[in-house]
């Protein structure tokens, strides 16, 4: 069978219906199905083969990646500029002039493109300003001595004719770890990009860089170390830093054991990571007066009874994505769920999680889930909690629709102009 190459957005499914070109497709070697089994354990795909052919469903992640003979690339519906400026204010990325005048173009790129078009222009714009340099120690003997002399190699010379010095000097060299970590998620962006475009403005930024720098293999040790070494004088290396290792990270699968990580052919992003960083960065940038707290942990909401605990195990911790509070009082909890919750059901498991925040005692009797909606219907949706037998309310679980177009269209207001973007904020966390 020849390649074939399957489109399709985040929350989608294709059927293996006749005339499309999943029909009659089957997972042929057992490397490839090894790779379904692990992105479906992984909750990353849904990918069944049933007898007509192969069943392919997608959730809140989104990339690309080669599955035996299918090339599946998977967008996120909010796309282009739009997407570009979420981006951006998401990880604090720099407003480079560069791309202002390349709108045209990011509306035609997938969301890894995104991302590398970044990585490209951040780059460069270190480059232009001017790579951090570090001072290197050379030792050589030298007919015009620079730095200090060794005496010590000196005092051991056998013979006193000779024409040279040994010296002790420091340069200034670009051939240091951050720029090898630079150089290297360029060359790792090369690698994953399709876009003609791109491969040419990435290639020729390597080229440049190559000249004095040393090529480096990337590996997670090396990633975690180089963006703790930044400090004060590198803090304009963080963003593209960001960038690589998000590129880095998206191309494997971290295995149950921890130790080691599946590659792919291609490479994976969680929406529902990003949109939980987007609300809370909103929050904190929006909601005056107002504390908070990410990964918030319910502690002992649940626990063992003492004489019925044989195997000595800790009860779940319960951790809600965000608690919002006054002082050192919990007024509310909440939850980002990436998934369109106007245009699909509530699923029982989340409805089930949300309900216990709710009559957890913490907040005002109510959790709310934040979610995304390219609808401008999306409205506030409410589930009251009650006694079945008395039919007295508990709690009430909130369901909260957050345009991400308006949201990309208020983050760049400045200005009085920003107090549209704090009302909109407040309205749908604490309205």
């Known amino acids: 069978m020849t390649d074939i190459t399957i489109n399709i957005k985040e929350w989608e499914e294709i059927l293996p219906e006749k005339g499309n070109l999943l029909f009659n497709r089957f997972i042929e070697d057992e490397g490839t ?52 400026r979420l981006l951006k204010y998401t990880y604090g990325l720099r407003d480079l002039n560069i791309l ?19 990585l490209y222009a ?62 290297a998620g360029l060359h790792l962006a090369l690698k994953l990009t399709d876009d003609f475009n791109l491969k040419i403005l990435l290639h020729g930024l390597c080229k440049n860089m190559g000249e004095g720098i040393r090529h480096i293999k990337l590996n997670r040790g090396v990633m975690q170390k180089t963006i703790k070494s930044v400090d004060r004088l590198s803090e304009r290396y963080r963003p593209a830093l960001e960038l690589i290792n998000i590129l880095f990270e998206s191309q494997g699968i971290q295995l149950e054991n921890g130790n080691g990580v599946m590659k792919l052919k291609g490479l994976f992003f969680d929406m529902n990571s990003f ?51 006054k002082g050192a009082k919990v007024i509310s909890l909440l939850d980002a769920k990436y998934r369109n919750l106007w245009e699909t059901r509530l699923p029982r498991e989340m409805l089930y999680q949300l309900s216990i925040y709710a009559i957890s005692g913490t907040g005002k009797n109510n959790s709310k889930i934040l979610y995304p909606s390219m609808s401008p219907h999306a409205k506030l949706q409410k589930i009251d909690i009650k006694n079945p037998t008395s039919g007295l309310k508990y709690a009430e679980v909130i369901l909260q629709p957050v345009s991400l177009l308006r949201v990309a269209e208020l983050i760049d207001l400045k200005g009085e102009e920003r107090i549209k973007g704090m009302n909109y904020v407040r309205e749908i966390i604490l309205g």
Do not use: W
């Open 275 to 325: 949109f939980q960083s987007l609300l809370s960065k909103l929050m904190k940038d929006y909601l005056d007066g107002v504390i908070i707290r990410d990964e918030f942990t319910l502690h002992d909401l649940f626990s063992y009874t003492p004489a019925f605990n044989p195997q000595r195990r800790y009860a779940p911790k319960p951790r809600p994505d965000f608690a919002l509070m």
């Open 33 to 84: 199905r090894q790779t379904v089994e692990m992105l479906n354990e992984k909750g990353i795909l849904n990918i069944i083969e049933l007898k007509n052919g192969i069943k392919i469903s997608t959730n809140s992640y989104v990339g690309k990646i080669k599955i035996g003979e299918i090339q599946l690339n998977i967008y996120p519906k909010i796309e282009g500029f739009p997407l570009y």
């Open 122 to 183: 951040e780059v460069e714009d270190l480059v232009y300003r001017g790579l951090n340099k570090k001072y290197k120690k050379n030792e050589a003997e030298l007919e015009f001595p620079r730095g200090r002399i060794d005496f010590n190699k000196l005092s051991v010379r056998s013979t006193a004719d000779s024409a040279s010095l040994p010296c002790v000097h420091f340069d200034r060299s670009e051939n240091n770890e951050l720029n090898q970590v630079l150089l």
């Open 100 to 118: 202002e005048s390349a709108i045209h173009d990011i509306d035609c790129f997938s969301f890894h493109d995104l991302l590398i078009y970044q």
